[in-house]
């Protein structure tokens, strides 16, 4: 069974740093790119960041780009995004999501999300 | 970067009811576009693929189409479990983007 479970997710304070992590099992992680996607309260789905199959490459959104950073280890079938200079904006649900083939593809399996809140 | 715009943001349907959900994008993206359903308090779920392919498990009542900058989907008869959100998400291009969501209410 494919899962995809995220965790680090709690109250920060504006320009504080937070690591979020993303574990799964079920597939083969290696072989699949990965992506942060976010969703604040009653907003829609906002691509934030993703990682390719081996963690060369990355991209980032422009409202995140120089303050995050997406990292994988594939012999831990693990995922991480380090977040710099929060800000009230960035306060949302972050769901990890494998995309379907490689580096392409919709995203098939979503984590359940863990909840980021950006305040004083 | 590709915009995606979702008609309409709310839709009022019963039971038994045809539903058309409208995306375009601000470019061509081929055929390279997913629709999701939402639930409240739940991750997005994967309907259909590459414009118009059923995701394994999806109900047949879901159908999509489209190509280019202008795509639907459409659910041929509202079943109870099908009021929640849906989005449209190209995956043509980085950075990703979705529509704006459409909330299927009773």
């Known amino acids: 069974e494919v899962w995809l479970l995220e965790s680090g997710g709690t109250l920060v304070q504006p320009g504080g740093s937070l690591t979020l992590s993303c574990a799964a099992s079920?597939?083969?992680?290696?072989?699949?790119?990965i992506s942060w996607v976010r969703q604040a309260p009653g907003k829609g789905l906002e691509w934030v960041a993703g990682i390719n199959e081996r963690g060369i490459g990355t991209l980032y959104a422009d409202s995140v780009k120089g303050r995050f950073t997406v990292s994988r280890d594939n012999s831990k079938n693990t995922l991480s995004l380090l977040m710099n200079s929060l800000r009230a904006e960035d306060t949302a649900i972050y769901y990890c999501a494998k995309r379907l083939i490689a580096d392409t593809g919709p995203f098939d399996y979503w984590g359940q999300g863990t909840l980021v809140t950006v305040s004083s | 970067d590709i915009q995606m715009t979702q008609s309409p943001s709310t839709l009022s349907a019963s039971v038994g009811d045809r539903v058309t959900i409208t995306c375009r994008a601000s470019?061509?993206?081929?055929?390279?576009l997913a629709w999701y359903q939402q639930k409240p308090g739940k991750a997005p779920n994967l309907l259909i693929y590459k414009a118009s392919t059923l995701q394994t498990g999806v109900p047949s009542r879901f159908s999509g189409s489209g190509s280019g900058t202008e795509f639907t989907l459409t659910i041929s008869s509202l079943q109870p479990d099908d009021f929640a959100s849906y989005h449209c998400q190209q995956y043509h291009a980085y950075p990703l983007s979705f529509g704006g969501g459409t909330e299927v209410e009773i």
């Open positions: 079920g597939f083969t992680f290696g072989s699949h790119a």
């Open positions: 470019q061509s993206i081929n055929s390279w």
